[in-house]
T-cell receptor, first 115, second 112 residues
């Protein structure tokens, strides 16, 4: 069974440019998470989806970040415009259901470098 | 807010040594605790998951223990190998939460 798929794996852009990351969760997983991992830090939650609904986006900087999960499957995370401080790894995870009893499975991440 | 701390931040050991990584958390109302491995440029690989009712879990050369009341967990790696070199992350899942709370990780280097 395929794991969580993310693309691109690496992205280099100039500041003020837009960028988008894509995530395909494990088949049948209703809950999808986007985490941000800064260098030398642990991942931190940006947004959590249950099916197509964003049920926790309290940590998402809404002035420049947006996300969507159309049809409750794939998800896209967008930054517009990107800033130097956005350089980080963006991780997508999925789980069968919501709540601590459901294990989260992580994708390989997208490493973003903003110059 | 749950705070997760990992000590040491970095560790270098010669091949064959046994080693212990430490993780502490501030709120003991946890559902489970998970240890992950992260290789450079890669995602997270789950190593061990300990439920709050458990004291330890074992997988091969890895053993993780949990003392919920004192807010501590340890990851014991026996007979370390160069292939064990990676960053090890501890993450806590709270009873009322949906997101994992991660520590900053311990960067491990095992030298031949």
């Amino acid at each position: 069974e395929a794991g969580v798929v993310q693309s691109p794996r690496y992205k280099i852009i100039e500041k003020k440019q837009p960028v988008a990351f894509w995530c395909n969760p494990i088949s049948g997983h209703n809950t999808l998470y986007w985490y941000l991992q800064n260098l030398g830090q642990g991942p931190e939650l940006l947004i959590r989806y249950e099916n197509e609904e964003a049920v926790d986006d309290s940590q998402l900087p809404k002035d420049r970040f947006s996300a969507e999960r159309l049809k409750g499957v794939d998800s896209t995370l967008k930054i517009q415009p990107a800033e130097l401080g956005d350089s980080a790894v963006y991780l997508c995870a999925s789980s069968l259901g919501a709540g601590p009893s459901y294990e989260q499975y992580f994708g390989p991440g997208t490493r973003l470098t903003v110059t | 807010k749950q705070e997760v701390t990992q000590i040491p931040a970095a560790l270098s050991v010669p091949e064959g040594e046994n080693l212990v990584l430490n993780c502490s958390f501030t709120d003991s109302a946890i559902y489970n605790l998970q240890w992950f491995r992260q290789d450079p440029g890669k995602g997270l690989t789950s190593l061990l998951l300990i439920q709050s009712s458990q004291r330890e879990q074992t997988s091969g050369r890895l053993n993780a223990s949990l003392d919920k009341s004192s807010g501590r967990s340890t990851l014991y790696i026996a007979a370390s190998q160069p292939g064990d070199s990676a960053t090890y992350l501890c993450a806590v899942n709270s009873n009322s939460g949906y997101a994992l709370n991660f520590g900053k990780g311990t960067s491990l280097l095992v030298t031949p």
